[in-house]
């Protein structure tokens, strides 16, 4: 079955540290990839997404991700994170045949502190 | 309207007793997913519909779990029976369709069974 494995529950870091948030998933064919973040109080949010072409990907906010085909892998990272960057970050995987469902990592929890 | 609307925003129940969830994506989105965002579980797949059929609802926890779509629009969750583990948040999201066009989520529902 198909699966997503975020390898980071919860993530503290001071400001300006890099992060990079690992993501995983299982699935055989041709997949959309994406980064959501939920900011506290608000609702889910499209971070970056990767479809086809270059496989590294920027955001908004200075975040990027990369998309290593060999790896299964699509790791989010950001050279220097800011307090307003405490957030739950999500990675999603999406079927590009069959049923186009969406699959959705565990989740990492970010505090930055100030 | 300009985003996803899900009502009613928070719901108390006592176990037993049916509860109806109600989600209106953005106009012209074909895709609705329902998703249940438990603490530390991040985002279940529960059901997909595009237009009005669900090719997937493999993830619906149990008989007691059920979901229409009307007229390519508003979704309905139904919760028959609620249990105290239905506890969660229950998120709509609606995309354009096929490919790779992200999701757009709801507040979601706040569920809490008593």
């Known amino acids: 079955a198909q699966s997503v494995s975020q390898h980071n529950h919860h993530v503290i870091l001071s400001e300006a540290a890099s992060l990079e948030l690992g993501c995983n998933y299982s699935?055989?064919?041709?997949?959309?990839l994406f980064w959501y973040v939920q900011y506290p109080g608000q609702h889910l949010q499209l971070l970056l997404k990767?479809?086809?072409?270059?496989?590294l990907v920027k955001g908004i906010k200075g975040f990027e991700a990369e998309f290593i085909k060999s790896k299964f892998s699509f790791n989010l990272r950001k050279p220097s994170v800011q307090w307003s960057d405490t957030a739950e970050y999500f990675c999603?995987?999406?079927?590009?045949?069959?049923?186009?469902?969406?699959?959705f990592g565990a989740g990492t929890r970010l505090f930055v502190k100030a | 309207g300009a985003g996803v609307s899900q009502s009613p925003s928070n719901k108390v129940t006592e176990k037993g007793k049916d509860v109806e969830l109600r989600c209106d994506p953005i106009?012209?989105?074909?895709?609705l997913y329902w998703y249940r965002q438990s603490l530390g579980q991040g985002l279940e797949f529960l059901i997909y519909?595009?237009?009005?059929?669900?090719?997937?609802k493999s993830g619906l926890p149990s008989d007691r779990f059920s979901a229409e779509r009307t007229g390519g629009s508003v979704s309905t969750l139904t919760i028959q029976r609620t249990q105290q583990e239905d506890s969660a948040v229950y998120l709509c999201?609606?995309?354009?369709?096929?490919?790779?066009?992200?999701?757009?989520f709801g507040n979601g529902t706040r569920l809490t069974v008593t």
């Open positions: 999201a609606s995309s354009p369709g096929r490919g790779a066009s992200p999701l757009h």
């Open positions: 699935y055989g064919g041709t997949v959309n």
């Open positions: 990767y479809f086809s072409g270059d496989p």
């Open positions: 999603a995987v999406k079927q590009n045949t069959g049923g186009f469902k969406t699959i």
């Open positions: 106009s012209g989105h074909t895709a």
């Open positions: 519909f595009q237009g009005n059929s669900a090719p997937d």
